[in-house]
């Protein structure tokens, strides 16, 4: 059974960086993308980036593009999030995930085509 582990997750400033790291395990026979959502206390849970292995293709919510990253090895099913000039509202629990399945590209903004979850990350900026 695959399982993710993520890590990275802290405590830091308004404008501080942050680097999450998430690992696949336990046999990726399917791998077609891998992202992350996240769930600030009291809302839903929420997109916020993923890569598409297929073409490199990255997805970004409009809330983090231009502060953001997503990088990873397909080969390692590795996914990482380099998330720059933090702000308050970035502060949540942060979940890796990933889709075993191709989906059209448009659905990667939603949860539809992530089946495996990690156990999620706290990120806390502290303004």
């Known amino acids: 059974q695959v399982q993710l582990a993520e890590s990275g997750g802290g405590l830091v400033q308004t404008g501080d960086s942050l680097r999450l790291s998430c690992a696949a395990s336990?046999?990726?026979?399917?791998?077609?993308?891998m992202g992350w959502f996240r769930q600030a206390p009291g809302k839903e849970r929420e997109f916020v980036a993923a890569i598409r292995w297929s073409g490199r293709v990255e997805y970004y919510t409009d809330a983090v593009k231009g502060r953001f990253t997503i990088s990873g090895n397909n080969a390692k099913n590795t996914v990482y999030l380099q998330m720059n000039s933090l702000k308050s509202e970035d502060t949540a629990v942060y979940y890796c995930?990933?889709?075993?399945?191709?989906?059209?590209?448009?659905?990667?903004?939603?949860?539809?085509?992530?089946?495996?979850w990690g156990q999620g990350t706290q990120v806390t900026v502290s303004s």
């Open positions: 995930v990933l889709g075993s399945r191709r989906w059209n590209s448009g659905s990667y903004y939603s949860s539809l085509p992530y089946d495996v």
């Open positions: 336990g046999g990726t026979s399917g791998n077609y993308a």
